[in-house]
Nanobody, 123 residues
Framework: VQLQASGGGLVQAGGSLRLSCAAS????????MGWFRQAPGKEREVVAA???????YYGDSVKGRFTASRDNAKKIVYLQMNSLKLEDTAVYYC??????????????????WGQGTLVTVSS
């Protein structure tokens, strides 16, 4: 299994970015796919998740601004990030949970992780 996150970069506050996570060895509609982020000096936190069923979860800090989606055929998971804020600056990771755990906000339930892509929001 390999997860390759991309799409990070430098963006001004209020702007948008779309992250992609290319997955190999994983069937997206049979796994829960999560997006996490980690800012310097802070713990890794869940941003969004797409369950195997297609339902989504969003962290409180990104609700209404971020949208997670997937393309099963292309095996890509996306995170559309709009209205970016300074506090969104972090390394963003995609992850896969093959066991469809209920605790999708818990990083420990995820079995596979991508390498991370840096998002920097400037004022």
């Amino acid at each position: 299994v390999q997860l390759q996150a991309s799409g990070g970069g430098l963006v001004q506050a209020g702007g948008s970015l779309r992250l992609s996570c290319a997955a190999s060895g994983v069937t997206l509609n049979q796994n829960t796919m999560g997006w996490f982020r980690q800012a310097p000096g802070k713990e890794r936190e869940v941003v969004a998740a797409i369950r195997w069923s297609g339902s989504t979860y969003y962290g409180d800090s990104v609700k209404g601004r971020f949208t997670a989606s997937r393309d099963n055929a292309k095996k890509i998971v996306y995170l559309q990030m709009n209205s970016l804020k300074l506090e969104d600056t972090a390394v963003y990771y995609c992850a896969a949970d093959r066991d469809r755990s209920v605790a999708i906000t818990n990083a420990r339930v995820y079995d596979y992780w991508g390498q991370g892509t840096l998002v920097t929001v400037s004022s």
